[in-house]
T-cell receptor, first 118, second 115 residues
Framework: NAGVMQNPRHLVRRRGQEARLRCSPMKGHSHVYWYRQLPEEGLKFMVYLQKENIIDESGMPKERFSAEFPKEGPSILRIQQVVRGDSAAYFC????????????????FGAGSRLTVL | AQKVTQAQTEISVVEKEDVTLDCVYETRDTTYYLFWYKQPPSGELVFLIRRNSFDEQNEISGRYSWNFQKSTSSFNFTITASQVVDSAVYFCALLVVAGAQKLVFGQGTRLTINP
C-alpha cells in the first residue's frame, strides 16, 4: 500500500528552464494539496486540487506556477522560467476528505521534491 | 487569519532528558484541528497527532504527550526520556474546518538529541 509518491526527489534546473514535479496520491485519495518549504521555513500552502478541478489556488504565485490533477495520472506542479527564489522543497499531500463541517482527514505527505535552481 | 507560532527555533538536549516543544496558535474560528508533524533528516513529513478544538483532553502515546489548552491557545508537545532518533524538525499546524481545509504550519522547531 504505497503512500504518496513524488518524483523526482531532486531536480536541478538552470534559470529560465521549466520544472515539472509529479505527485501520485495514496490509493483511494482524490484530494491533492501542494505545499512549498523554503529553506529553514515552515510549509506554505500553494494549491488544493481534486480530479480535474482546482479548488483553491490562493497560495500559488500569480505567474509561472500552475498545477493540474487530470482524470488519469499524477498531479503535476509546473514552474515555468524558474528563478533562484524557486529553490525549495515541494511537498504533495493527499487525503480522502469528502467535505463538510464534520471534520478533517489527516493529510498524508509525500517525501518531497527538492528543486535547486542554479 | 490563522497563525501558528513555534517560538523555539532550535533545542538541543542530552539523551534521556525530557523536552517540551511549544506551539501557540491564533484563529477566530471555533471549529479547528491541531496537528504535529515530524520531519526527520531524510526530509519526509510524518504525522504524529491530530486534535480537534472540542477535545481538550491531554493525550499520551508512549514517550510522546500533548497538552492542549484553549485558554492559552497552546498545543505543546513533550517527549519524555528523549532518544537520538527523536532528532528532527517538528512542525505544529492548524486547520480550520470551514473552507478548503488548508493546513497552516508553524516555522518548526529543530530538535537535536545528543548522545
Amino acid at each position: 500500500n504505497a503512500g504518496v509518491m513524488q518524483n523526482p526527489r531532486h531536480l536541478v534546473r538552470r534559470r529560465g528552464q521549466e520544472a515539472r514535479l509529479r505527485c501520485s496520491p495514496m490509493k483511494g485519495h482524490s484530494h491533492v494539496y501542494w505545499y512549498r518549504q523554503l529553506p529553514e521555513e515552515g510549509l506554505k500552502f500553494m494549491v488544493y486540487l481534486q480530479k480535474e478541478n482546482i479548488i483553491d489556488e490562493s497560495g500559488m504565485p500569480k505567474e509561472r506556477f500552475s498545477a493540474e490533477f487530470p482524470k488519469e495520472g499524477p498531479s503535476i506542479l509546473r514552474i515555468q522560467q524558474v528563478v533562484r527564489g524557486d529553490s525549495a522543497a515541494y511537498f504533495c499531500a493527499s487525503s480522502s476528505w469528502t467535505g463538510g463541517p464534520s471534520g478533517a482527514n489527516v493529510l498524508t505527505f509525500g517525501a518531497g521534491s527538492r528543486l535547486t535552481v542554479l | 487569519a490563522q497563525k501558528v507560532t513555534q517560538a523555539q527555533t532550535e533545542i538541543s538536549v542530552v539523551e534521556k532528558e525530557d523536552v517540551t516543544l511549544d506551539c501557540v496558535y491564533e484563529t477566530r474560528d471555533t471549529t479547528y484541528y491541531l496537528f504535529w508533524y515530524k520531519q526527520p533528516p531524510s526530509g519526509e513529513l510524518v504525522f504524529l497527532i491530530r486534535r480537534n478544538s472540542f477535545d481538550e483532553q491531554n493525550e499520551i502515546s508512549g514517550r510522546y504527550s500533548w497538552n492542549f489548552q484553549k485558554s492559552t491557545s497552546s498545543f505543546n508537545f513533550t517527549i519524555t526520556a528523549s532518544q537520538v532518533v527523536d532528532s528532527a524538525v517538528y512542525f505544529c499546524a492548524l486547520l480550520v474546518v470551514a473552507g478548503a481545509q488548508k493546513l497552516v504550519f508553524g516555522q518548526g522547531t529543530r530538535l537535536t538529541i545528543n548522545p
